[in-house]
């Protein structure tokens, strides 16, 4: 008998989380449309269908309509940011995305998502289904039972977790789940702006549970807590009571479960194909609807450069963690949903994958492969950062099936005598390197004075110059073109967060098998990828562009560059009582102290208080406008504006840009190294990440300043700058064969003023 499982999706929470994961690196149509929500969105829902093979599913959307908390508390969700209008819009096509899929959305007027699903949950439990509400929100502990539990989907990498009685009542450090909601009455909730008793925290609201088991028994002895704590229970009851309705979840909205209604269907392909296409979902479209699927216009759209640490200004995709390798890799921030369609892997194809340990060993090796015209390289490293990290080990490969790993001494002397054995192998200049993403390797080398001299092969730019658009990490390309699904990272160490392990934790047997398989599975790649250079028509930019650029980022990433961290940390302080004189500035304009970070509030300030525009838009969540483009045309209207604004500047160039760098400092060189993507804008821009040194603020005086923070290492060096001259204009002359554009170029004109000079039939010493 098929299971009974009921999944209910938190929908709006759902969304916020997708949207935030690409913040930094914005997922943009060819006609500038923002698809990070709806993507993400996708990601979570096909995951859930895939992996966790629900029976039933249904959607749950709150409405702008107010609540009853609204109207108990004015101040209810208050201190919620104004929802980006790239999120608000695309909820339409998030809906169109469901419908799609054939899925249930189920929203009421009145109701929060909230309401909707506990209601939800407890008519499907009592039917005998087993219920998973999915939702990042701690408030849903209050409706788990033996039969409804919690599902909170993995972010950027992490682990999902599913939490039962046992998991809510650990993680409130309380007896009874009912008791959530005593406890968030006691505390409050600052993401609702449900206040609580003021200066109880979690731990406080904890212990008093403990003693007095619900909020109620709390207040009634409140004469018997001594102290601080007795005074601020009996001043903050009313509060506390209100706190804890606030928190309640209802569940006895007018919804009802119907099986039929519920229960997962085939999918609405046709409505899929039309949604998808209008998203520009590619590769998504082609996994789920098959290979006829064709996304959006013919040319890919430009990408989308970033700032210093990632706010949209470029470059659809960005540096995240290979799965195969802890090397960073150009991936999207959310991988896409991937059917697994990888029949062989490692228990069931033959292979030879071969430990060096002895000096012989060792010796037969380097002479063995002295002998080859190819070898595909790689490292196993204890990290992520190519600047921090120590060698664990090195594998090799010359023939398909066929790999061997030599583990290096975790002792720096040791690993260098180690080395020196295969200097001379390194060095010979007639031997081409294979590697994916080999510049993270190069770098490795470096660090023990050592360097590929051959010529590369870097089957990760391969790829790209053939597929500007497409996902390549090595796992999806050995599944692409081999069909063969690698041994994954987490099997060894772990998965991502603070009790995943390092390479150096791995036995022989097992890092044998994936290191050596890692080059052999490249090598592979290789072959596979080196024809289609040639189909491309695309060997020129591969082997006089992206190839021979490699080791020039190498040496780029490897020197750095100094930062002046007391100029920072003064600036730092000059910007904080910047900010605070801007912040006081605005209150006295005002005539009332306000949160300044709340766009509710400040709505409120301006356009009801102050009546700064009695034609004030409103937002679809009902608050009004307050922008950066809305503020700038009301700056003639009142001086608070230029105050406002300054605030809003001042606080983020502290704490995105003078704050965040000097945490980026190398502890070996004291230098910061950022990272250059090659593979990451379908234009063939670069990409800078970590930090991102390609955008430092330029607009404004303050953001100017920052750049005074980046100085030459010492007195023997100099910082020069150089840029291309009209660089895009000498292009246009080239292919249009222009007269007058070439003209002014050949005899080392300014375009714009000789353009000018035409233009106006003056001199060109006349023109200003």
């Given at each position: 008998m098929e299971p009974k499982k009921l999944f209910l999706l938190d929908a709006l929470a759902l969304v916020f989380r997708a949207y935030y994961a690409l913040i930094r690196n914005p997922r943009i149509t060819s006609t500038g449309k923002n698809t990070n929500a709806q993507f993400g969105f996708t990601n979570t829902l096909v995951e859930l269908i895939n992996n966790q093979k629900p029976s039933h599913m249904a959607v749950c959307f709150d409405t702008a309509a107010p609540t009853e908390r609204h109207t108990d508390f004015a101040d209810y969700k208050a201190n919620r940011q104004e929802a980006p209008e790239d999120l608000i819009l695309a909820l339409p096509d998030i809906k169109k995305i469901i419908s799609g899929f054939n899925i249930p959305v189920v929203e009421l007027d009145g109701f929060e998502a909230d309401d909707v699903i506990g209601t939800l949950s407890k008519q499907a439990a009592a039917a005998g289904y087993e219920v998973y509400m999915v939702t990042p929100d701690k408030d849903y502990g209050q409706l788990v039972s033996e039969k409804v539990k919690i599902y909170k989907p993995g972010y950027q990498g992490g682990d999902v977790e599913i939490m039962g009685p046992e998991e809510v009542c650990a993680k409130w450090n309380i007896k009874e789940v009912s008791q959530v909601i005593d406890v968030l009455g006691l505390m409050g909730d600052a993401v609702d702006n449900i206040p609580g008793i003021p200066g109880v925290g979690e731990k406080t609201a904890a212990k008093l549970l403990a003693e007095y088991e619900t909020l109620e028994n709390v207040i009634a002895n409140a004469d018997k807590i001594k102290g601080a704590l007795g005074e601020k229970v009996r001043n903050g009851k009313d509060l506390a009571i209100m706190s804890k309705k606030l928190a309640t979840i209802i569940t006895d909205v007018p919804v009802s479960f119907h099986e039929e209604d519920f229960k997962l269907k085939e999918w609405n392909k046709e409505g899929l194909t039309e949604i998808f296409g209008a998203l520009e979902f590619k590769t998504l479209g082609k996994r789920l609807l098959g290979d006829d699927f064709n996304a959006g216009p013919a040319t890919a759209p430009t990408g989308v450069q970033t700032d210093l640490f990632g706010n949209a200004v470029d470059t659809p995709k960005t540096v995240k963690l290979d799965k195969k390798k802890d090397t960073p890799a150009i991936e999207e921030e959310i991988a896409e949903p991937t059917v697994n369609t990888a029949a062989k892997n490692i228990t069931n194809t033959p292979h030879t994958y071969t430990a060096v340990t002895t000096q012989a060993a060792i010796t037969a090796l380097v002479k063995e492969l002295s002998a080859q015209k190819e070898i595909c390289f790689d490292t196993e490293t204890t990290g992520l950062d190519a600047n921090e990290a120590e060698l664990v080990g090195m594998s090799f490969s010359y023939k398909t099936g066929e790999g061997y790993y030599v583990p290096c001494p975790a002792n720096k002397q040791e690993c260098l005598a180690l080395l020196q054995q295969f200097k001379p192998l390194f060095e010979n200049k007639t031997i081409t390197w294979i590697g994916h993403n080999i510049k993270y390797d190069l770098l490795i080398l470096k660090w023990y004075d050592l360097e590929l001299a051959g010529t590369l092969f870097d089957t990760m730019l391969a790829?790209?110059?053939?597929?500007?658009?497409?996902?390549?990490?090595?796992?999806?390309?050995?599944?692409?073109?081999?069909?063969?699904?690698?041994?994954?990272?987490?099997?060894?160490?772990?998965?991502?967060?603070?009790?995943?392990?390092?390479?150096?934790?791995?036995?022989?047997?097992?890092?044998?098998?994936?290191?050596?398989?890692?080059?052999?599975?490249?090598?592979?790649?290789?072959?596979?990828?080196?024809?289609?250079?040639?189909?491309?028509?695309?060997?020129?930019?591969?082997?006089?562009?992206?190839?021979?650029?490699?080791?020039?980022?190498?040496?780029?990433?490897?020197?750095?560059?100094?930062?002046?961290?007391?100029f920072l940390n003064e600036y730092s302080k000059a910007l904080e009582t910047d900010a605070s004189i801007a912040e006081k500035n605005v209150y006295e304009k005002a005539g009332v102290k306000f949160n300044l970070a709340s766009p509710k509030q400040l709505g409120e300030v301006l356009f009801e208080k102050l009546q700064l525009d009695p034609k004030a838009k409103k937002t679809k969540t009902g608050q009004y406008a307050t922008g950066e483009d809305v503020l700038l045309k009301l700056a003639n209207n009142n001086p608070i504006v230029a105050d406002i604004l300054a605030f809003r500047e001042l606080t983020k160039l502290k704490s995105t840009y003078v704050d965040a760098l000097p945490q980026l400092i190398n502890s070996k060189t004291g230098r910061v190294h950022t990272t250059y993507g090659q593979a990451v804008a379908v234009t063939g821009r670069l990409a800078s990440n970590n930090p991102n040194l390609q955008n430092i603020p330029v607009r404004t005086d303050r953001g100017k300043e920052i750049r005074k923070a980046f100085i030459p290492r010492d007195k023997n060096h100099i910082l020069i700058s150089a840029d291309y001259s009209q660089i895009e204009l000498r292009i246009v002359a080239a292919i249009s064969g222009d007269v007058n554009m070439c003209e002014a170029f050949k005899n080392h004109k300014d375009i714009h003023t000789a353009t000018a000079a035409k233009v106006y039939g003056i001199d060109e010493k006349e023109v200003t």
């Open positions: 790829h790209y110059v053939v597929d500007p658009d497409g996902k390549r990490s090595m796992d999806v390309l050995s599944e692409q073109f081999l069909g063969y699904e690698p041994v994954h990272i987490d099997a060894l160490i772990g998965k991502k967060g603070k009790t995943q392990g390092t390479m150096r934790d791995v036995p022989l047997e097992k890092i044998t098998d994936y290191a050596a398989e890692d080059a052999d599975i490249t090598y592979q790649l290789k072959q596979v990828l080196f024809p289609k250079l040639k189909e491309r028509d695309v060997e020129k930019v591969f082997y006089e562009v992206e190839n021979p650029l490699v080791k020039v980022l190498t040496a780029m990433e490897f020197e750095g560059i100094r930062i002046d961290e007391g």
